[in-house]
């Protein structure tokens, strides 16, 4: 059965700290992995990766797949505390239709 | 760009009754809508992908006669959730896919609370 797996699934930093998600997976023909961003509503799109060890980068979020080791961390430095919110791995498993999404890592910024 | 709309955005309705919630792609056209069902504090699981002009596909253990899912135009799909219960109680969030595009962008949600 296809699985994402995210871990921590909370976590409580302050203002300025560097933080790391992880996001690993198991599912038949892998295409690409997505993180995205959930505040209170809808998720926003943070990245799309597809290919390993190629780094995304948007401001203070990076992101990098390993196919090898079937995982993608999700870096934020400096963090903020407009960073707080849920943030959820998926995976496209067998096409690009089907997402698979992991349980989320819950990150509360404090002041 | 890539902005999806839905209506409403919250909804209460008593059990045996049917809602309807809609999804609109407002700048770009999507010929494959995605909806979604969050319970709380877990993820999003796909109930049914909408493909426009077509049946909906639905995913193992999702009712397709208590889903009922219209895909009628390149920007807007329908989810009809019918005669509601309790259990059907839920965040639905859907999402679009543009054309030529692998991403998918999410609508708002819907909350359904059923009484």
């Known amino acids: 059965e296809d699985k994402v797996v995210q871990s921590p699934l909370s976590l409580v930093v302050h203002e300025g700290d560097t933080v790391t998600l992880n996001c690993s997976y198991e599912?038949?023909?892998?295409?690409?992995l997505l993180w995205y961003k959930q505040e209170k509503k809808a998720p926003t799109f943070l990245f799309m990766l597809t290919s390993s060890g190629i780094e995304k980068k948007s401001g203070r979020l990076s992101s990098i797949l390993d196919k090898k080791e079937l995982f993608s961390i999700l870096n934020i430095t400096a963090t903020q505390t407009g960073d707080s919110a849920v943030y959820l791995c998926?995976?496209?498993?067998?096409?690009?239709?089907?997402?698979?999404f992991g349980a989320g890592t819950r990150l509360a910024v404090h002041p | 760009g890539a902005v999806v709309s839905q209506h409403p955005s919250r909804v209460i309705c008593k059990s045996g009754t049917s809602v309807k919630i809609e999804c609109r792609s407002l700048d770009f056209q999507a010929t494959t809508m995605f909806w979604y069902r969050q319970f709380p504090k877990q993820s999003l699981m796909l109930m049914a992908t909408?493909?426009?002009?077509?049946?909906?596909?639905?995913e193992q253990g999702v009712e397709k006669d208590k889903f009922l899912i219209n895909h009628a135009s390149l920007t807007l799909s329908t989810l009809t959730v019918t005669s509601a219960h309790p259990e059907d109680s839920s965040f639905y969030i859907c999402?679009?896919?543009?054309?030529?595009?692998?991403?998918?962008?999410f609508g708002p949600g819907t909350r359904l609370t059923v009484t």
């Open positions: 909408s493909n426009e002009g077509s049946k909906a596909t639905y």
């Open positions: 999402s679009a896919r543009p054309q030529a595009a692998v991403e998918q962008y």
């Open positions: 998926a995976v496209f498993s067998g096409g690009y239709n089907k997402l698979i």
């Open positions: 599912v038949t023909n892998f295409r690409s």
